[in-house]
């Protein structure tokens, strides 16, 4: 999630933008799954429905840098925990969301998340 107006404040005024993806409620998650349960995490379907309605798809294999690369990346300037999370961004086409809005998202025949969005 990303706060669009927090996003165009902090370009403008060139600084940090992490205010606008990292307020609350930002980054809701699912259960947690297992890496053995993903054979292959270089071609996972994704996918994003607003209201009932498709929004994004998308497949790992569409990254600019693959999962391994972020891993090596990142552990070279920070230790990774177990339970560590690592957000990769999104498909193309990010769609505007409003209070009230109900996002459903997950791994085509996998796990799902859905939520209200809050104003």
């Known amino acids: 999630m990303t706060a669009s107006s927090e996003l165009k404040k902090a370009l403008s005024q060139k600084i940090p933008w992490t205010t606008s993806k990292t307020f609350d409620t930002s980054c809701p998650v699912s259960a947690f799954i297992p890496k053995e349960a993903i054979p292959d995490p270089t071609d996972v379907e ?8 498709p929004q994004q798809n998308g497949n790992t294999s569409g990254l600019v840098f693959s999962a391994a690369e972020l891993i090596s990346f990142i552990s070279r300037y920070h230790t990774l925990e177990p339970n560590d999370m690592i957000l990769t ?3 193309p086409t ?26």
Request: charged share 20%; glycine share 22%.
């Open 89 to 91: 961004g999104t498909p």
């Open 94 to 119: 990010p769609a505007v969301v409003k209070p009230g809005d109900v996002i459903r998202g997950g791994i085509k025949g996998g796990v799902t998340v859905e939520f209200r969005v809050e104003g």
């Open 46 to 53: 994704l996918f994003c429905t607003i209201n009932g309605v």
